[in-house]
């Protein structure tokens, strides 16, 4: 394989990667949607309870732990952490890091070797990307659906003791 055949297996590599990134990220803002919901509706459920038993604080304590871990890998899938390459002309710290005069420089006079170089680099550095976010989207995935259950047990604990029709305002 020559270098334009290797650089051409990259690119198409990296675009790969980078959807795999876009994949990831998808996925938090419905998953931080229904957190915040289901955190938010605990907390709402259980200002109404008039009587806290400990199996209720027992369901509530489950549900918001799992909860707040999968806000907590969400944050982690948002902001994961990259190694800096300020020497590349690819990656988006390295083309900051020269400044324009300096990136308009590299661009002139880069290599295919060079390259093929920072290609390698930018496919390593995504890989090592997407299987962090990914990793975590997993962990907050099993995170949420392990606080479903306890969360829809406290949903009824709560107005098995609590008459519905005092909470709906009277006319």
């Keep these: 394989m020559n270098i334009t055949d290797k650089i051409q297996f990259l690119e198409k590599n990296l675009a790969r990667q980078l959807d795999w990134i876009r994949a990831a990220d998808s996925k938090i803002a419905p998953v931080i949607f229904i957190t915040t919901s289901l955190l938010g509706a605990s907390v709402a459920f259980l200002s109404k309870t008039p009587k806290l038993s400990g ?13 707040i871990y999968t806000l907590f890998c969400m944050v982690m899938v948002n902001f994961p952490r990259i190694t800096r390459y300020d020497e590349s002309a690819i990656f988006f710290e390295g083309i900051k ?3 324009f ?29 997407a299987s962090t976010k990914f990793k975590y989207v997993k962990k907050a995935m099993i995170s949420l ?27």
Aim: with cysteine; charged share 15%; aromatic share 16%.
């Design 55 to 67: 199996f209720t604080l027992t369901l509530a304590a489950v549900c918001i732990i799992a909860l």
């Design 97 to 99: 890091f020269s400044g």
């Design 101 to 129: 005069s300096g990136f308009e420089k590299k661009a002139g006079e880069i290599t295919e070797e060079a390259y093929f170089n920072d290609l390698t680099r930018m496919c390593y550095n995504s890989a090592i990307i």
């Design 145 to 171: 659906f392990i606080a479903i259950l306890p969360w829809t047990l406290l949903v009824y604990n709560v107005f098995h003791y609590v008459k519905i029709d005092t909470l709906i305002p009277s006319k």
